[in-house]
């Protein structure tokens, strides 16, 4: 489903270029659940970035289905990444304006789907996440693991092949970490999508189906690592 193949990305910093991605290299299948784990400052959400196509790498390529997306122009690009990339961030990037229905139906409305059609659709995910009774509610009125399932039924509602999260548990409790991750692996297990997740979080490595580690710039295949061992951000 997804190749990355001699992913460069450089920033300059200062007088010095900081390379982040060094020739990165991977495959990921479709269904896959594949943990991506790194130090600080490793590059993996700029890895999520060129994979979306919300950034541009300086050289190498990302197929998508066959589909070179990295030689896309800026509009085709966006429209990919609304037709077929979820996102679940750490700190929910809920629209505050809107309620929480009306969140999750922006997603479907970038799409063209509107009206009674998307109602409909925005009020099953939101029943599938549990927050059926919340969904006119406005989202500064939930608590941060509410906050977070509205965001999966977000990145879920359009039927996306690939859901990218960053850090989707880093802004929770352990305890409500741990069931929206439940949720996130269900959903995302249920619709045969793929998941890459960033994370320093044990229980999300050890139920993904693997675990790379973003590493001098390069990506390398893993078993699940000491608890706490790549603890950090992004």
Do not use: C, W
């Amino acid at each position: 489903m997804l190749i990355i193949r001699q992913l460069s990305r450089s920033f300059r910093e200062g007088n010095r270029i900081h390379r982040v991605l060094d020739r990165a290299d991977a495959r990921i299948a479709t269904g896959e659940i594949v943990a991506i784990i790194g130090r600080s400052g490793s590059g993996k959400s700029t890895l999520l970035n060129l994979i979306s196509g919300i950034d541009q790498p300086d050289s190498g390529f990302i197929e998508f289905d066959g589909r070179e997306i990295t030689m896309l122009r800026e509009p085709e690009r966006t429209l990919f990444r609304r037709r077929n990339i979820g996102f679940v961030y750490q700190f929910f990037n809920l629209v505050p304006t809107l309620d929480v229905e009306e969140n999750v139906r922006l997603m479907l409305e970038l799409n063209g789907v509107r009206g009674r059609e998307a109602r409909r659709r925005a009020a099953a995910m939101l029943g599938e996440v549990g927050l059926a009774e919340r969904r006119h509610s406005a989202v500064d009125t939930l608590s941060g693991g509410e906050q977070q399932r509205v965001a999966i039924a977000r990145a879920l509602v359009h039927e996306p092949r690939l859901i990218l999260a960053d850090e989707p548990t880093g802004n929770l409790d352990e305890e409500t970490a741990q069931q929206v991750i439940l949720l996130l692996l269900s959903l995302v297990r249920t619709r045969g999508a793929t998941l890459l997740i960033v994370t320093h979080d044990y229980d999300v490595t050890a139920s993904a189906q693997r675990v790379l580690e973003l590493r001098e710039g390069r990506l390398h295949e893993v078993g699940a690592p000491a608890y706490g061992a790549f603890a950090g951000g992004s």
